[in-house]
Each structure stands twice: as structure tokens, then as C-alpha cells.
T-cell receptor
Framework: GENVEQHPSTLSVQEGDSAVIKCTYS??????FPWYKQELGKRPQLIID?????GEKKDQRIAVTLNKTAKHFSLHITETQPEDSAVYFC?????????FGAGTRLTVKP | ETGVTQSPTHLIKTRGQQVTLRCSSQ?????VSWYQQALGQGPQFIFQ???????GRGNFPPRFSGLQFPNYSSELNVNALELDDSALYLC??????????????FGPGTRLTVT
């Protein structure tokens, strides 16, 4: 079955710095890769996603890159702000199942 | 915020009891997936419902069951509750076309505590 590995588990950056979170997946048939942000006590919120026919997608300070050959994709946050502090999850589909990584707790220090 | 709602928000049950959780999907969405999120972990897929039928199931025992109604809302039922069932239960709605559904939008979750 699909296995999604996410690194690092925790990440602390200074406000204004960049943050990068990486995920690897095992099912070569996977073709859709979302990223979710979950603040304490709240629902996971879809922040960006990418399909396998593109290598990169940007939305303001957030970008996702995909390397299908290596089966990994990454979330890039530039100019981090304290409100970016949250747990971030990557995911990849397997059949009708969405498999999630274990999460990265990002802390942005002011 | 998404248009996905869940009820109740919190629930406390005793081991051995049964529980029903409810989810209303976002307008225009025909698919509901249920997830269990233990503290400090990522969501774990329980099952998905599409057109009122189970359309995929994760590694959960049969005492986890569900329903989807004609208006696409859904229920998650858990029988014979165990202490390890304590978790946040999330539903996510999406729109499935030609057997493919991807963008999922989560509800606020139901926090279940089993004592």
C-alpha cells in the first residue's frame, strides 16, 4: 500500500526565513499531492496541491515542488510569519484512500 | 471555512458503548471520507462513501461502519467502543467525477473520549 513519509517532524525558523518540508511516497500511480495546515484545535485546511503533470505550483508565499521520478514532493514557505505556525501534513492518494504523513510542527519565532 | 459540518463537537462515552457521528458535506460534493486522528498524528483513513455506498476502506475493524444518505450527508457508527477509539474524527467532502475524487475539505471534527 501507499506509504507517505514526512520530514522533519518539527521545524523552528525565525520570522522572515524560509521553511521547507519534504514528503516521499511509494505508489508510482499517485498523481495528486495536497498539503494541509492544521492549527491547534482546528480542522486540517487545504493550502496548496499539485497534480503529477506539473513540477511546481506557487501561491503567494507558498510553493510545492514535485519530483515524480524520485517520488518526493516538498512544501516551501517563504518570508515566514508567526501565523504560519501550525502542523503541516502532506498526503498522497492510494485507491480511494488519502494517506497522510505524520505531520511537521512548524514554529515561527518572532 | 469550508461548508462541511459535523456533530456533535465533543462526546464522552464509556467503553463498550456505541456512538454515531454525523457529517454534512459541502454543497455540490457527492463523496464523504472519514478519518480518525489520534493526538499528535496524521489523519488515518477509515472509509469513503460515494453514491450511498462504501467506496474504499482503511485498516479499521468491522465495528466501524457508516452510511451515506441521498443528500450526501453521512454517519459514522462505532460499536463496542474501546479506549483506543479516543480521537478526533474528521469527515472530508469532495466531488467525485468519473471515479476520481481528490480535493478534500474537512469538517471541524468530533472529539470522542472513551473512558
Amino acid at each position: 500500500g501507499e506509504n507517505v513519509e514526512q520530514h522533519p517532524s518539527t521545524l523552528s525558523v525565525q520570522e522572515g526565513d524560509s521553511a521547507v518540508i519534504k514528503c516521499t511516497y511509494s505508489d508510482s500511480a499517485s498523481n495528486y499531492f495536497p498539503w494541509y495546515k492544521q492549527e491547534l484545535g482546528k480542522r486540517p485546511q487545504l493550502i496548496i496541491d499539485i497534480r503529477s503533470n506539473v513540477g511546481e505550483k506557487k501561491d503567494q508565499r507558498i510553493a510545492v515542488t514535485l519530483n515524480k521520478t524520485a517520488k518526493h514532493f516538498s512544501l516551501h514557505i517563504t518570508e515566514t510569519q508567526p501565523e504560519d505556525s501550525a502542523v503541516y501534513f502532506c498526503a498522497a492518494p492510494y485507491n480511494n484512500d488519502m494517506r497522510f504523513g505524520a505531520g511537521t510542527r512548524l514554529t515561527v519565532k518572532p | 471555512e469550508t461548508g462541511v459540518t459535523q456533530s456533535p463537537t465533543h462526546l464522552i462515552k464509556t467503553r463498550g458503548q456505541q456512538v454515531t457521528l454525523r457529517c454534512s458535506s459541502q454543497s455540490g460534493h457527492n463523496t464523504v471520507s472519514w478519518y480518525q486522528q489520534a493526538l499528535g498524528q496524521g489523519p488515518q483513513f477509515i472509509f469513503q462513501y460515494y453514491r450511498e455506498e462504501e467506496n474504499g476502506r482503511g485498516n479499521f475493524p468491522p465495528r466501524f461502519s457508516g452510511l451515506q444518505f441521498p443528500n450526501y450527508s453521512s454517519e459514522l457508527n462505532v460499536n463496542a467502543l474501546e479506549l483506543d477509539d479516543s480521537a478526533l474524527y474528521l469527515c472530508a467532502s469532495s466531488s467525485q467525477v468519473s471515479g476520481t475524487s481528490y480535493e478534500q475539505y474537512f469538517g471541524p471534527g468530533t472529539r470522542l473520549t472513551v473512558t
